[in-house]
């Protein structure tokens, strides 16, 4: 089981920008796929942002695509997610999440249930 603890979210106004970082911790993760997702009040989890830890696979949503970036730090075992151009629809709590595989299909991760491995959450809020 690999550990995750987001941090960094906030209240931001529109147009702002912000970085969520997740710590992650425990067994062996270098093959793991780690992926942020969020839900807003009312709505489903849905897909963010994915990549594979040892690089070479990478995803986004097309509501995300072009604003934010997933990136990490081996060093410190983190993995950051940088939002850019937020916009009120942003609003949700985001979450880490780790996968040992993921189900692609039209280019992005579909399968929420492939991510066993989840942080408590961070709530991001965008005024507008």
């Known amino acids: 089981q690999v550990q995750l603890v987001e941090s960094g979210g906030g209240l931001v106004q529109a147009g702002g920008s912000l970085i969520l970082s997740c710590a992650v911790s425990g067994r062996t993760f270098s093959s793991y796929y780690m992926g942020w997702f969020r839900q807003a009040p009312g709505k489903e989890r849905e897909f963010v942002t994915a990549f594979r830890w040892s690089g070479g696979y990478e995803y986004y949503a097309d509501s995300v695509k072009g604003r934010f970036t997933i990136?990490?730090?081996?060093?410190k075992n983190t993995v950051y997610l940088q939002m850019t151009s937020l916009k009120p629809e942003d609003t949700a709590v985001y979450y880490c999440a780790a996968a040992r595989w993921?189900?692609?299909r039209n280019g992005v991760p579909v399968r929420i249930a492939d991510f066993d491995s989840w942080g408590q959450g961070t709530q991001v809020t965008v005024s507008s």
């Open 71 to 75: 990136s990490r730090d081996y060093a």
């Open 102 to 104: 993921v189900t692609i």
